[in-house]
C-alpha cells in the first residue's frame, strides 16, 4: 500500500487533506497510510479498499453509501473502541482499525451461508422457529446471540476523562450549512450571544463540496461568522431538545477529552439540519461501489478520492447532476446517466461481492464499478419533533416539512423548511436568525417576524423501484420483508418497525425510516402522508455512556474525626453517604469497654434537624405516633414516625432547647428522607404552621459516651453543667461547654443499655473533643468502639433498628411499640392505617430470641418455619453477645408462638433447622433498664 | 377477602364454543422452509373485524394482560365471543415500553407464588402459544451494596427457596464469574457485597408476547379491534351494561379494565375510583456490542438495571420518576444520571455509545401491588394497577382474570390484590422487592 492511494486524485479546491502529513495506521491487520484531514474510509476507499463490513442478518458485503457519520456500512473498531463510524471519524496515526461481523475474513465469511438461505430468514423468521423442543433454545439462542452485530468491549477500557458544560447562549443554531452559518451570523449583528453546532469537523454543509462560487461564499461565510464572534463547535451534534429549551450537545475530538456533554439552556433554538439524502429501494441496492450522489460528492471534492472506474448515475435532481460533474472531471467514466425526471430507470445492480454492472428498465445492461443515485432527501426533523413539531408529507416535494405547530422559541431555517440556491438558503437563514435574536430580545420586536418561508421544489417520488431490494441497511430489512410483515397484519409504522427492526438500527430511522413507510404505503394501498412518521426520540446522534456520565461525582462523607479513626486501624464500613468506622480489630473486646468501663462511639451520621418556631409541638404531634404537646423545655423524649401507611419509617430522640427551639434526631440511613418529609408536609399539607426547618447533620460532630463510667468521664470536661443524677436525669438535654468548646448539647439517652451521654459539638470542633475525650479517660480504660459493637449492645439490650428490625410491611403496633402509639391524640400521619391495624392485631409480633444451641448464630434474615415450609418467623437481627456468652437475636413470630418460653424453629440458609426459644423480654440484658438510670 | 361477594354474570350467561379448528398455519422450522421456497405469504397474525353491537365480553386495552386474558378465556375456558379495544396498536403502551425482565424473586409468600407462576407460564409459552417468545432464562442478579440490602436478599433467597423458587445469595467473586465486566473491588464508592443469584429469571422478548397472544387469541375467535378508543362505560343499576367506543357502542355484561397509565381515566368512567398515581418510568437502549452481559443485574442502590439483548443492545431502566405525569418524554437528566451509575458497576464499557430513550406510565397504587377483581360495579373488573412489574405478571394475570370472568370467583393467587383492600386496611406490600427490582 501507499501513500499516495491508486485512487486518490490531484489537489481539489475544496479538499481538506493535508497531503504533507502522513498518518500510517492498520486495517484488519494490514498498514496503510492516509493523510492529515482524510476519514477513516476516504483513507482506505484511497487505498481502493471497497468491502468494509458484512451486513447483520445475510452477511452481505457492504461498502461505503453515504460518506458520512449515518454511513451504515462502515462502522469499525478502533483500538478498544466498538461502532466507530468510519466515514465520520478522522484518521489518526497509530490506529488499529478492525472490521466487524466479518469471521473470519471480509473475503471468507461463514455468515455468508445466511445469504443462501436468505429466503427463508424473513422478517421475524425466528418468532417463526426455535419453538420445539424448549430445552434446545437456549441453544439456538447462543447462536443468534454470536450473529450479534456490533463491535467488542475490552474489559480493560478505562473510563478516560469525559467533562461537561453548561452554556446559556440566546441563540443556539443547530447545523452550519449555509442556512445555520446565516442564521448564527445575524443573530451575532443583532447582539446575541450565539452558537453554532455543526455535526462534521467544519462548517459549510454543502457548499464544501460545490464549485468555484459555493467555496467563495462559504468562505466569506466562515469569516463573516468569526468576526461576528459566534461560538463555533464542529464536529460537535445537538442530540435533544427537552422542555423549556434544554438541549443537549455532544461536542467530539476535543484535545484530551474524548467526549463533552454540553447541557444548554437556549432562549432560542434555530434548526438548520439541512437535508439527508436518500437511499434508492431496489435490488442490489446495498452492493459495495453502490453509492449516493453526496457520498461521491464528498469523496472527490473533500477527501480527492476517486470512487470507482466506471460509474452509471442514476439521478432525479441537480445534486446528481453536479455528481456526473464531479465524475467526469475526476476522470471516472460515466456509462450512462439515467434521468429520473424523464421517467428513466435502473432495474438492479448487478454483482456479487461488488457492483459490476447495472440493468437498465429496458433490461440492457451496462457494466460499471460504481452505481450512483440522487432520487431524493429526507427531511432530519429530529429536533423539531422533540419540539412537538409533526412533520406533513409533501407529495409534490416527496419529503417531509415541518408544520408552524412550534413554541416561539423553537425556529426552522434552510433546507429543513424548503430549496433555494445557497444564496436563498442563508437569506433564509438570515432572516430566522434575525428573528431568533428578536424572539431572545435583541434587537427589537419587529425583528421577530420571520422570513417568508422557503417552498418546496417539485421532485419526482421516487422510493422503491421494481425490484426489491434494502430499506434498511444495519438491520438487513428489505422491501421484501416489509411488504411480507404488513400482509401479516404488522401493517402500522409501528408494528412494522418493531416486527422487522427497520428503522432500529443505529442510524435510528435517517435514512431508512422515509422508505419505510413508502413501502408500507404500498403494501396496504395507503399513502405516505396518511401513514405519517414514527416518533422520533432522543437522542438525535447516540452518545457515549462515558459522556453522558461526565465525571462521576459519588460524594462521600466523613466526620471530623476521620483521621482518627484511620489512624487507629478502623474498618469502614459504608454506610449509604458516609463512611463509618466498623471496629478497630475486636467488637467484643469494644462490647466489655461499654459494660465495664466507658467507651466512645463517633455518631455524626447521626440525622440532626434544628426545628424553631410556634408550631413545632402540632409538626411532632403530626409526624409522630406517641405525644408531644407537653415536653418541656430540657428534656428529650423518644418519637417513631410512620408513613401514611402506618409503616414504621424512622425513629429519634427529639429534644426541646428553649420555648420554640427543637433538636430533632434521626436515623443516620433516614437523615435526608425525614428532612423532606418535614419539608414536604409543612410546604404542601401545612403551608400555615410556623415552624422553620433547619438540616445541622454535618454541622456537629456527635459523640455517645457510654458506659458506667461515662458520668465520671464528661464531668471531666464539662464546664456549667451539672451532670449529677440529680441534676441531669435520664431523658434530659443540656447545653454546655465541653473540653472548651461553647455550645454543645448534651443528651441523656441510652441506645447501648447504659449510662450514657450523646453530645453534639460544633463540628470544626469533632476531634479535639474526640481526642481529649480519650485523653482524660485513660486511666478510666476509656476507649472508642465501632458500629459494629453498637449493634450487638443494642441487641443485647433489645433496641430494635428501623429498616432492620422493621421492614417495608412493619407498622408500628407489628414492632411491639404499642406504648407509643397514641391512638386518642388528633390525626397524625398513620393514624388511619394504625387504627385498623390496632383493632386486626398484629399477625407478627418482635420478640427476643435465644438459640438452644447458645453457639449458633443464625445468619440474619433466616426463617422460622412451621412443617414443610410454612413461614412463621424471621430472624431479623442475631449476634454472639459477648456479655452473655451465648447468641442473642430479635425475630418475629406469629403473635400465636409469642409467648415466652416457647420454641421456635429456623432454618439456616443451608437447610439445616435449629431450636431456639422465645424470651420474655426483647432485653437480653438489664430488661428493667437499672443500668440506665444510675 | 373481597372474593366471589360481586361476580361476574353466572357461568350459564356465557355462550361456550367448542374449540374450533386451529385457522392459522403453524410455525416451524420446516414451515419456513417450505413457505420459503414456495415463496408462500404468511396468513394474517390477526384478522381485523366490524365492531359487533355486542359481545359476552369486552376487554378493553390490547396489551399483555388484555391479550392474555382473551386467550385464556377462549382457550381454558371456551369463551370466545370476546372483543378486545385498544385506543391505539395493539401492544403500544406499557407492553411495548418495558424492559421484559421476568423473575420470580419476591419478597413475601404471595408475590413469590404469583410471579412463579407466571414464570412458568412463560417457560411454555412459546410452545402454547406456538410463537417463540425468545424467554431466556439466563439468570437475573441483584446486586447489594451494603449489609441491609444483603440482609433483604438473604430474606428473599430464604422465602423463596421455601417456596420452591431457584434462589440464592452469593458472593462477590461469584459476581465476578457471572459478569466479567462488572468491578467487584472494594475500592468503588459502593463495593458489591454479594448478590441475590436468581437462575430462572430473565428476559422475553415483549413484542413476541403481545403478539404470540394475538395470534392465539385470534385464531380461537377472540376479536381484537385496534384505533377504537373507549370513550364511556354505561353502567345501570349498578351493573355495567357496555362500552361506548369511537366506532361506536357495545353492550357486554363483562367489562374488564386491563388498561396501564390510564386506568384509572378508564376506571373513572364507570365511576369507579382508584388509589393510583401515574408516574413516567424512563428506558433506554445503546447500540449493539458482542455479547458481554449474559445476565440480568439490577442495583437497587444505584438505581438501575441493566440486560443485553440477543441482538447485542443494552437496555437500560431506573426507578420512576419522582412525580405524577402523563407525559412520556425522556430527560437528560435520566440519561446522565443512569450512565453514572452503569459506570460505577462496568467502568469499561463507557465507549458504549446510548442510542435511544423512551418513557412508559406506571400505574402505582400505595403497596406496590395490583389491583385485580370485583369493582363495586357489578360485571367490570379490574386487572390494574401494575406499577413497574406488570409485564412479568401478563401470564399469570390473563389466566386468572379469564378463571374469574368464567367461573365468577376469585382465584386465590388474586385474592389478596382485591380493590377493597384499601378500604379495609389490608395492604399486600411488595415495596421492597418491587420498587427497583426489575
Known sequence: ?934 | MGSGRRTAPPRSGFRRQPRRGSRRARYSALGLLTHGLAHRQWPRVWHDHDLASSYDVIIIGAGVHGLATAYYLAANHGIRNVAVLDRAYLGGGGSGRNTAIIRANYLTPEGVRFYDRSVRLYETLAADLNFNVMFSQRGHLTLAHDDGSLRTMRWRAEVNKLEGVDSEVIGPDEVKRLVPVMDVSAETRYPILGALYHPPGGTVRHDAVNWGYARGADAHGVQIHENTEVLGIDVEGGRVRGVRTSRGDVSAPVVVNCTAGWSSLVCALAGVPLPISTHPLQAAVTEPVKMFLKTVVVSGTLHVYVSQTDRGELVFGASTDPYPSYSMRGSLEFTEELAGHVLELMPSIAKLRLLRQWAGLCDMTPDFSPIMGVTPVDGFLVDVGWGTYGFKAGPVAGEAMAELVATGRTPDLIAAFDLARFAEGRLVGEKGAAAVGH
Open chain 1, 1 to 934: 500500500m501507499t501513500a499516495t492511494g491508486g485512487f486518490r486524485l490531484p489537489a481539489q479546491p475544496g479538499e481538506l487533506i493535508d497531503r504533507s502529513r502522513l498518518l500510517p495506521f492498520t486495517w484488519n491487520g494490514q498498514r496503510h497510510v492516509g493523510l492529515a484531514g482524510d476519514t477513516i474510509t476516504s483513507a482506505l476507499a484511497a487505498d481502493g479498499v471497497r468491502v468494509f463490513s458484512r451486513s447483520f442478518k445475510y452477511h452481505r458485503p457492504r461498502g461505503i453509501l453515504t460518506a458520512s457519520y449515518i454511513d451504515p456500512g462502515v462502522t469499525v473498531q478502533v483500538d478498544d473502541e466498538p461502532n466507530v463510524r468510519a466515514s465520520h471519524r478522522r484518521l489518526a496515526a497509530g490506529m488499529t482499525v478492525t472490521r466487524q461481523n466479518a469471521w473470519p475474513s471480509l473475503r471468507y465469511d461463514v455468515g455468508t451461508a445466511n445469504q443462501l438461505v436468505g429466503r427463508f430468514l424473513t422478517a421475524g423468521f425466528y418468532y417463526k422457529t426455535f419453538i420445539k423442543p424448549q430445552r434446545l433454545w437456549p441453544a439456538y439462542e447462543s447462536v443468534l446471540q454470536r450473529f450479534a452485530s456490533g463491535g467488542r468491549l475490552s474489559g480493560d477500557s478505562v473510563h478516560g476523562y469525559y467533562d461537561k458544560r453548561y452554556a446559556h447562549p440566546d441563540v443556539l443554531v443547530a447545523g452550519g450549512g449555509p442556512a445555520g452559518m446565516g442564521a448564527a451570523l445575524a443573530a451575532a449583528q443583532a447582539g446575541a450571544r450565539v452558537m453554532l453546532v455543526e455535526e462534521e469537523h467544519e462548517l459549510g454543509g454543502s457548499l464544501r463540496w460545490g464549485g468555484v462560487e459555493e467555496l467563495a461564499l462559504l468562505s466569506e461565510l466562515r469569516a463573516a461568522v468569526a468576526a461576528a464572534g459566534v461560538e463555533v463547535l464542529v464536529d460537535s451534534v445537538v442530540a435533544g431538545r427537552y422542555d423549556d429549551n434544554w438541549v443537549s450537545v455532544l461536542q467530539r475530538g476535543l484535545p484530551e477529552v474524548q467526549e463533552r456533554l454540553v447541557k444548554a439552556r437556549v432562549k432560542t433554538l434555530v434548526v438548520a439540519a439541512g437535508l439527508i439524502e436518500r437511499p434508492f429501494v431496489f435490488s442490489g441496492n446495498d452492493l459495495p461501489g453502490v453509492m449516493l450522489g453526496t457520498a461521491v460528492r464528498r469523496l472527490v471534492n473533500l477527501y480527492a478520492v476517486r470512487p470507482g472506474t466506471r460509474a452509471v448515475v442514476l439521478s432525479a435532481n441537480p445534486e446528481g447532476d453536479a455528481a456526473v460533474a464531479d465524475l467526469r472531471r475526476a476522470g471516472v467514466e460515466v456509462a450512462a446517466v439515467v434521468d429520473a425526471r424523464r421517467g428513466e430507470d435502473i432495474h438492479r445492480a448487478l454483482g456479487k461481492r461488488e457492483v459490476t454492472g447495472v440493468e437498465l428498465a429496458d433490461g440492457s445492461r451496462v457494466d460499471c464499478d460504481l452505481l450512483v443515485t440522487s432520487i431524493g432527501w429526507t427531511t432530519p426533523t429530529s429536533l423539531l419533533n422533540m419540539a412537538g413539531d409533526r412533520p406533513r408529507f409533501d407529495a409534490a416535494a416527496a419529503r417531509f416539512r415541518p408544520t408552524d405547530d412550534l413554541p416561539a422559541s423553537v425556529l426552522a431555517a434552510g433546507g429543513i423548511v424548503g430549496d433555494g440556491t445557497p444564496e436563498e438558503l442563508v437569506a433564509h437563514g438570515r432572516g430566522v436568525g434575525a428573528a431568533a435574536a428578536g424572539r431572545a430580545g435583541f434587537g427589537g420586536p419587529s425583528l421577530a417576524d420571520l422570513p417568508p418561508p422557503l417552498t418546496g421544489r417539485p421532485h419526482p417520488g421516487l422510493f422503491r423501484g421494481r425490484t426489491h431490494g434494502m430499506v434498511d441497511f444495519s438491520e438487513d430489512v428489505s422491501s421484501k420483508d416489509i411488504l411480507s410483515a404488513a400482509r401479516e397484519g404488522y401493517d402500522s409504522a409501528e408494528l412494522v418497525k418493531r416486527y422487522t427492526t427497520a428503522t432500529m438500527g443505529p442510524s435510528q430511522g435517517k435514512l431508512e425510516t422515509v422508505n419505510t413507510i413508502a413501502v408500507l404505503a404500498e403494501a396496504t394501498g395507503s399513502t405516505i402522508a396518511e401513514l405519517g412518521t414514527t416518533v422520533w426520540r432522543p437522542p438525535y446522534a447516540p452518545i457515549t455512556l462515558g459522556a453522558l456520565a461526565g465525571r462521576i461525582f459519588q460524594p462521600v462523607r466523613y466526620s471530623p474525626m476521620q483521621a482518627w479513626h484511620e489512624a487507629h486501624g478502623a474498618q469502614p464500613l459504608v454506610a449509604g453517604m458516609w463512611i463509618r468506622p466498623d471496629h478497630y480489630g475486636d467488637p467484643a473486646a469494644e462490647v466489655r469497654t461499654v459494660r465495664e468501663r466507658v467507651g466512645i462511639i463517633d455518631v455524626t451520621p447521626l440525622g440532626k434537624l434544628d426545628l424553631r418556631g410556634p408550631d413545632v409541638p402540632r409538626l411532632l404531634n403530626a409526624v409522630y405516633v406517641n405525644k408531644w404537646s407537653k415536653l418541656e423545655v430540657g428534656s428529650v423524649r423518644y418519637g417513631v414516625m410512620c408513613a401514611e401507611d402506618g409503616v414504621v419509617m424512622d425513629d429519634g430522640v427529639t429534644g426541646r432547647l428553649g420555648p420554640d427551639r427543637y433538636l430533632m434526631s434521626t436515623t443516620s440511613s433516614g437523615a435526608a428522607a425525614v428532612w423532606e418529609h418535614l419539608e414536604g408536609w409543612l410546604q404542601t399539607e401545612r403551608p400555615e404552621w410556623q415552624v422553620h426547618v433547619t438540616p445541622l447533620t454535618t454541622s456537629y460532630a456527635s459523640i455517645n459516651i457510654a458506659g458506667p463510667r461515662s458520668r465520671e468521664l464528661l464531668a471531666r470536661l464539662t464546664e456549667g453543667v451539672d451532670l449529677s443524677a440529680e441534676a441531669f436525669p435520664y431523658m434530659r438535654v443540656r447545653a454546655g461547654r465541653i473540653a472548651g468548646v461553647d455550645d454543645c448539647f448534651m443528651w441523656r439517652i441510652g441506645f447501648t443499655g447504659e449510662l450514657s451521654y450523646e453530645i453534639h459539638v460544633p463540628a470544626s470542633f469533632g476531634l479535639h473533643v474526640w481526642e481529649a475525650l480519650l485523653d482524660r479517660g485513660r486511666d478510666l480504660g476509656a476507649a472508642a468502639f465501632g458500629v459494629e459493637a453498637q449493634r450487638i449492645l443494642r441487641l443485647e439490650k433489645g433496641h430494635l433498628i428501623v429498616a432492620q428490625d422493621t421492614d417495608g410491611l412493619t407498622k408500628a403496633f407489628d414492632a411491639g411499640l404499642d406504648a407509643l402509639v397514641k391512638l386518642d391524640k388528633d390525626d397524625f400521619i398513620g393514624r388511619r392505617e394504625l387504627v385498623w391495624s390496632h383493632e386486626r392485631g398484629s399477625a407478627y409480633t418482635l420478640v427476643g430470641l435465644q438459640p438452644v444451641d447458645g453457639s449458633v448464630v443464625p445468619p440474619e434474615a433466616c426463617q422460622i418455619v412451621r412443617g414443610a415450609n410454612t413461614i412463621v418467623g424471621r430472624i431479623t437481627s442475631s449476634r454472639m453477645s459477648p456479655t452473655l456468652g451465648r447468641s442473642v437475636c430479635l425475630g418475629y413470630v406469629l403473635a400465636e408462638l409469642a409467648g415466652p418460653g416457647s420454641l421456635v424453629t429456623v432454618q439456616l440458609p443451608d437447610g439445616a433447622r435449629i431450636q431456639a426459644t422465645v424470651m420474655p423480654h426483647l432485653a437480653h440484658i438489664d430488661p428493667e433498664g437499672r443500668r440506665l438510670r444510675v
